[in-house]
């Protein structure tokens, strides 16, 4: 699967939500010749589900890493049949 780069072409603070969180406005365009390529695998052992990241950098706080184990939390099920 590719992940597309995207360049800003602006990128504006509106404001914060309840959270505090930063409320923002952007336009950007995809640059269809620079992206990663990532590719999901179903890899278990000993019926433990496992992700790794492999990769020049590290992982360790990699934003695919927290998204995949939050997701695996309340998703499981459809993970499994994604990977399937």
């Known amino acids: 699967m590719k992940a597309y780069a995207k360049a800003n072409i602006f ?6 939500d ?3 969180y930063h ?11 620079l992206f990663d390529e990532l590719e999901l695998v179903d890899k278990e052992s000993d ?5 790794e990241i492999i990769s020049n950098f590290k992982c360790e706080n990699n934003i695919i890493q927290k998204a995949y184990l939050l997701l695996s939390k309340r998703y499981n099920n459809e993970l499994k049949e994604l990977f399937s």
Do not use: M, V
Not at 11 to 16: H, N, P, S, V
Not at 23 to 33: A, M, N, Q, V
Not at 47 to 51: D, H, L, N
């Open 23 to 33: 409320l923002l406005e952007s336009r950007f365009i995809l640059l269809k010749d």
């Open 18 to 20: 309840s959270r505090k």
């Open 47 to 51: 019926s433990k589900k496992e992700f």
């Open 11 to 16: 990128l504006k603070l509106t404001g914060f």
